[in-house]
């Protein structure tokens, strides 16, 4: 599992990249769709592929909680954003500042979902927010002495 994980990361940070060379290309909103009919013609050919069969016509859309619709609107905004920033900071400040927001973002929906808050985690999260702040104080400086020469 911790493979897949790490193979999952390596994802992330490859098709942001991707995404942002080919919105550059075509524009971010055209790259999005782009992004999502293919991603969606992968799905519907691994679905067919896989032993886990899933009956679509048996689904009643009603019965799909609000909340649930809200995952693909988020997922266009993730590319979007992504696609937009992508070109302006590097992968390596890209990736750190999301996993950041996920943290804190996990954080505040355990909270809110399971009503646990860990002292740990904050913490955690919190000593990573301060190594990329003073990381990039030291880039700064290091890029203002490069120019000054």
């Given at each position: 599992m911790i493979f897949l994980a790490?193979?999952?990361?390596?994802?992330?940070?490859?098709?942001?990249t991707?995404?942002?060379?080919?919105?550059?290309?075509?524009?971010?909103?055209?790259?999005?769709?782009?992004?999502?009919?293919?991603?969606?013609?992968?799905?519907?050919?691994?679905?067919?592929?896989?032993?886990?069969?899933?009956?679509?016509y048996?689904?009643?859309?009603?019965?799909?909680p609000w909340w649930a619709y809200l995952g693909g609107i988020v997922g266009v905004l993730v590319v979007v954003l992504s696609s937009y920033i992508t070109p302006?900071?590097?992968a390596?400040?890209?990736?750190?500042?999301?996993?950041?927001?996920?943290?804190?973002?996990?954080?505040?929906?355990?909270?809110?979902?399971?009503n646990m808050l860990s002292p740990g985690k904050i913490i955690g999260g919190l000593l990573v927010f301060a190594g990329l702040t003073y990381n990039l104080i030291l880039d700064n400086k290091a890029n203002k002495a490069s120019m000054d020469e």
């Open positions: 790490i193979l999952a990361g390596v994802c992330i940070v490859v098709s942001r991707i995404n942002a060379s080919l919105a550059g290309i075509i524009g971010i909103f055209q790259g999005t769709v782009f992004n999502y009919i293919v991603g969606l013609i992968f799905s519907i050919v691994f679905m067919l592929f896989s032993s886990e069969r899933t009956s679509i048996h689904i009643n859309l009603g019965s799909v302006k900071i590097s390596f400040y890209l990736t750190l500042l999301i996993f950041i927001a996920q943290l804190f973002v996990g954080m505040i929906i355990d909270y809110l979902t399971l």
